[in-house]
């Protein structure tokens, strides 16, 4: 897009959760690719984290945005999840559907999907009090930072869970690659990586308003997790678009690394 790219005061000052869950995860149909793109995020995170699959105690979402769809699946296998994005609003509006506030987003469309997924749909109540359960903190966080959740100090968790995020906080190939180590100094030695990189887009839409993307490719996300420290267990790559964006060519990489136990 032209210009600089969208930094951490644009989006304090102009991202708007509702419009933007309205536009990516309404599935009310008037933006069906958006439908099922978010389908595709879901079978993603139920193939990685069903029984037989990760598991642990202790999960960190870092990026969260005002959305809960991509704890759904790991919500049945750790005990303790934190969720965690840079805008206060969207902090605003994790803790408004975790404390059940009648202005809340409604989720059930997208956790009755997901409870489809795992062979039951008539538990989505239960789902969605479970995840409530696991939740134990919203953090604010900046991946830019050594810590991403400093002042916070959580100790080295389990799993690191980033979907759609760090793509749009690094403006640079040297940035992504930066925030990447970051968000390793969290894990355990052993632990998880859990990503999900929209690859050749520059930009998205929020409402009538434009923000920033660092355009990948699939070759960049791969080395860029291979140099944090980590080897990767799983690579799927889908070619898959907005309705919402310009963009040709889009896709999106799914990646599940392990990170290195030594140096």
Known sequence: MEGSFTGGDEYQKHFVPRDYLATYYSVDGSHLPEVEMLKFYLECLHKTFSPGGLQGDTLIDIGSGPTVYQVLAACESFQDITLSDFTDRNREELEKWLKKDPGAYDWTPVVKFACELEGNSGRWQEKEEKLRAVVKRVLKCDAHLGNPLAPAVLPPADCVLT?????????????????????ASLLKPGGRLVTMVTLRLSSYMVGKREFSCLS??????????????????????????????????TGVCFIVACKKVGP
């Open 163 to 183: 979907l759609l995020a760090m793509e749009c906080a690094c403006c640079s190939l040297d940035a992504y690659r930066a925030a990447l180590c970051n968000l």
């Open 216 to 249: 990948l490719e699939k070759e960049d996300v791969e080395q860029a997790v291979l140099d944090a420290g980590f080897d990767i267990e799983q690579l799927l790559y889908s070619l898959r678009s907005y309705s919402v964006t310009s963009a040709a060519n």
